[in-house]
């Protein structure tokens, strides 16, 4: 046997998952829904990540954000849950019934990364995890998703620490990605000025806000980079400890790829372990 399949078996053991049924985290409960949690468990893990996939809340990159990023973290020994939070979905970005009916829109996804979020902790024993030890990570729209929950969920509701990667910020400011102002607000709601503002999420961060891990590029060619300057200036002027990596390039979309993007942005994930290692309990 080579040393390096040697090497291979005694990281696969010191870092075996758990193969565990994805849960529908609204099942029990009052909301009639079905929002799939898919648990990766690392044994002897305790701190873990709710994956929250990019998608412009239309839709879902379900692979390159989400189960790939999930195997990543599990590699380095930390327990991930990836969320299908609901979207509006593809039907309602190219049939705009939305202005007739509700369909999902603001608060569904923010309420279903709370539901998330309560199930991993209520069940913390059972996935051996600490329960003060649970962050999320999002990209993209997904981004939004995560810090929302830094801002918006009460605090003892919120999470140990948000990593928005590529994230869409603002809903107001001339760098706005439409689309996903359009997926989460909804098209009878999209002039909602209220709205806009609560959901801009470089003006409400909070004083008690967890520490973040903020990352992006500047050639990103769909949500601008200025999104995620915004973020790291309200977060620098509240005094909130975090991290901003701007790469010069990468574009959008790599997620925890080792292809996609370029050699350059793909240092991000390195980079997050080493902060992390800094910044859970």
């Known amino acids: 046997m080579s040393h390096c399949l040697i090497i291979s078996l005694c990281l696969l053991c010191c870092n075996s998952v758990a193969a565990i049924a994805q849960v529908n985290i609204w099942e029990g409960t009052d909301c009639h829904k079905r929002v799939e949690l898919k648990p990766y468990v690392v044994d002897k893990g305790s701190v873990a990540v709710v994956v929250c996939p990019g998608g412009s809340y239309f839709w879902h990159d379900m692979e390159v954000e989400g189960h790939a990023v999930a195997r990543w973290l599990n590699a380095n020994g930390i327990s991930a849950f990836v969320l299908r939070y609901r979207t509006a979905y593809v039907p309602a970005y190219v049939l705009h019934h939305r202005l007739l009916f509700r369909g999902n829109r603001y608060p569904d996804p923010q309420d279903d990364l709370r539901q998330a979020l309560r199930h991993v902790r209520q069940n913390a024993t059972r996935y051996g995890i600490n329960p003060d030890s649970i962050g999320v990570m999002g990209f993209s729209a997904g981004g939004h998703l995560a810090m929302s929950a830094a801002e918006l969920f009460p605090p003892e509701e919120r999470p ?21 102002r359009r997926g989460l607000l909804g098209d009878s709601r999209i002039g909602n000025e209220e709205l806009r503002d609560l959901l801009s999420l470089e003006r409400h961060v909070p004083k008690d806000c967890p520490p973040v891990f903020l990352v992006n590029c500047k050639d990103d060619p769909v949500v601008d980079y200025r999104n995620s300057a915004l973020l790291d200036s309200a977060l620098t002027a509240q005094g909130i400890a975090h991290k901003y990596i701007q790469y010069s390039t990468g574009g959008h979309g790599f997620g ?21 290692s800094h910044n859970s309990h």
């Open 160 to 180: 140990a620490f948000v990593v928005p990667v590529y994230p869409v910020v603002s809903m107001t400011e001339p760098c706005t990605h439409h689309r996903s």
């Open 256 to 276: 925890a790829s080792d292809t996609k993007g370029t050699p350059e942005c793909r240092q991000w994930r390195q980079e997050f372990l080493h902060w992390l």
